[in-house]
């Protein structure tokens, strides 16, 4: 403790004769100057020449001839955005951030796709949709109407013929024209027969067609033998359907 | 009543009660999914190979393990991998020291019903080598030619929806597939009957609820049956005019092939002698046309981005044709 007290005192003598040491050699290297000062002044007429200058023009406002007419549209674009948006910064300089001209720039790409493709003809509800859309297909294969037909003229002829195959068909197909008449089907060739069968509402009437329905496929379809006997049952049956079934 | 009057000229009972029987066992297994079930039961009397797509979860695996064990046949299941070489699937020549000559050590493709699962995991040059086996039912390899035992069915799976480490399959082996089997969710009514039954079980060991149905024999022996079946020349007429109709649509950037229109012929027979009759009708050809097209046809890009389906183009088309009556 006593050895404390004995070096503080010492340190602090050292530090002051150091400093003032110090001082002395630095007061001491300073020289006097003594040159001769001449005040100097801008020549006016290069300042003019230097303003005139185009390149030297740092004012805003002004168009930029120098600027690449790029620049120069983005320029309006942005001076008229801050007429209308206030303070939003400028973009594409070092010092402050482009990504406002990125954002105006997808928004006139997006109006540009938007543009091609309406004037495609395209539609982009599937794009935000996982039901697939309904689409038009122009390609028809009509080529026969019941409603153009005359039954009982060609019946005749089928059964002159013997061919009951094509009778039960012709059969089936005036069936098909009676319940369309009466509003009970809509017919459309390329609806299948069983969509036929479903559109009936009276159930009696819906199980006595289908029957027929699946006769009629037996003999047009599978090819059976028709003979004469099990044609006038297949007619009766047609006949017996006709007279009520249409109500 | 038209049993009456008509009889089969084809006995299609034991058929029929086939079918019956596997619709049966898998319907104890699988809660709804009959569509599917139907597709593969007719695929199967067709004599093509099935692809099964949907998101997980919704029991493609399950069915095709399923209807593999319901035919006492021998059952190979590959697992399509990205690292997955064709000598990993067709086999390759071993070398016998005590001979000192090559043997063929046959792969997992040589059985009779192979389950390739998740196929489109393995990259062109692995799915290449299942190009001449599903085709020609025949693998070359080192210049010797190896038959493969009838029957003979792929059923394979993918994911629509997982495209990570994916590849998508070459137009010449989808054409290879008879069907494409789309696979949905079950309804609300299904997937409560899915946890109750689940619940009740208390047990996942359901593939040993199906035994074996039918035999190899048996399968091959249907087949031929459905091969011989009537198909009305009109209806001929109109599955060609349907197959025309792709190759001539502004929707479509790919039509139908010639294969296609005969598979769509052969799965129509299928679905006949499935309903026990021995003839084509036209709303057979209608319900295979979807399940044997929607992978042989490529909407165009515009449609595409659309979002218009293949089956949407499919249906409209269809619609546009007169049915042959």
Redesign the interface.
Known sequence: MKTINIRLPILLLMTLFFSLWGKEAISASVKKDSTAVSLRTFNQGELNKYRSNAEFNYEEGGEDVSLSWWDQFWNRVWTWIRRWFGNIEKPGLSHSPGYWKYIFLTLIAGVLIYILIKSKGLSLSGLFSRKSPSIEVPYTEFSEDIHGISFDEEMGKAVEARDFRLAVRLLYLRSLKHLSEAGKIKWVPGKTNSEYVRELRHTEQRRIFSVLTREFEYIWYGNFPVDNRMFDRIRNAFADFDKGGYK | ??EE??EQRTDLSQLKASVEAIREALGKVIIGQHEMIDLLIAGILADGHILIEGVPGVAKTLAAMLLARSIDAGFSRIQFTPDLMPSDVLGTPVFNPREGSFEFKKGPVFGNVILVDEINRAPAKTQSALFEVMEERQATIDGHTYRMEEPFIVLATQNPVEHEGTYRLPEAQLDRFLFKIQVGYPTLEEETAILSRQHQLKTDDKLHEVRPLLTGDQVVAYRNQVRKL?V?EK?LEFTA?IIH?TR????LYLGASPRAALAVVNSAKAIAAMNG???????DI?RVVPPVLRHRVIPTP??E?????S???LK????????P?
């Open positions: 009543m038209e009057l008509f009537f009305e209806l005019k109709g001539n649509n502004n929707s009759r021995d003839f084509v009708t036209p709303e209608i515009d449609k981005m659309e979002g218009v389906s089956d949407e183009i409209q088309i269809i619609h546009q044709i007169e049915i009556r």
